[in-house]
């Protein structure tokens, strides 16, 4: 299998699960400005949606969309525990937050990207994740991690959200539960493996 994926994106997310996995997966880096892989490939002729993650499989089959291939990837190794079993209500309840960091947070975030957004916009855009923001700090309030102490693709793909608040100036001081989830799973050795590779966090 290969991930093709650009440093810091969205497909931070899976890479982290790749490493938390054990799995032995290729790694193909995308230039999202020219489209272009790598190795030299137009990813549009492997992903024609032309954002990252993309998951290419061993049958020649590419699986996108960030919470597809989170799944996909966790039950290769179910006893990695990165998802609850299917059917227990603990596998909804990662689903359901996969959900929430998905359209809540990933999307909220969308607006800022922008340059050319106007101040007022993104006043309002912050605002919008601020709100979501307070609802994700209660929750985390005495956890470790989103379902508690154990880790799963949910924080791995809100770790990689938050962390764009860096670059679009969205202050987290107010937000002490998040800063705390922030710093453990920063602490997780493969996700500072991850990061290493993908050059957003030198070597040790």
Not at 53 to 58: I, K, S, V
Not at 77 to 101: A, C, H, K, N, S
Not at 150 to 174: E, G, K, M, N
Request: proline share 5%.
């Amino acid at each position: 299998m290969k991930l093709y994926y650009s440093p810091g994106a969205s497909s931070l997310a899976p890479h982290i699960v790749i490493h938390e996995a054990g799995l032995d997966i290729e790694f193909d880096r995308v230039d999202l400005n020219t489209q272009t892989t790598a190795s030299g490939h137009r990813f549009g002729t492997i992903n024609p949606k032309g954002n990252v993650p993309a998951l290419a499989l061993r049958t020649g089959e590419v699986l996108t969309e960030v919470s597809v291939v989170l799944e996909y990837l966790a039950d290769r190794v179910p006893d990695r525990r990165l998802l609850p079993e299917l059917g227990t209500l603990e596998r909804y309840r990662v689903q359901e937050w996969v959900g929430f960091i998905g359209t809540e947070l990933h999307k909220g975030f969308d607006p800022l990207w922008d340059g050319l957004m106007p101040d007022t916009a993104r006043r309002l855009a912050v605002q919008y994740l601020q709100r979501r923001l307070s609802y994700l700090d209660r929750c985390l309030d005495g956890r470790s991690y989103l379902m508690g102490e154990h880790f799963t693709v949910a924080d791995a793909y809100c770790f990689t959200v938050l962390s764009w608040a860096r670059f679009h100036r969205v202050d987290l001081s107010d937000y002490p539960a998040v800063r705390a989830f922030m710093q453990e799973v920063s602490s997780r050795p493969m996700v500072r493996k991850a990061m290493q590779a993908e050059g957003l966090m030198q070597a040790a």
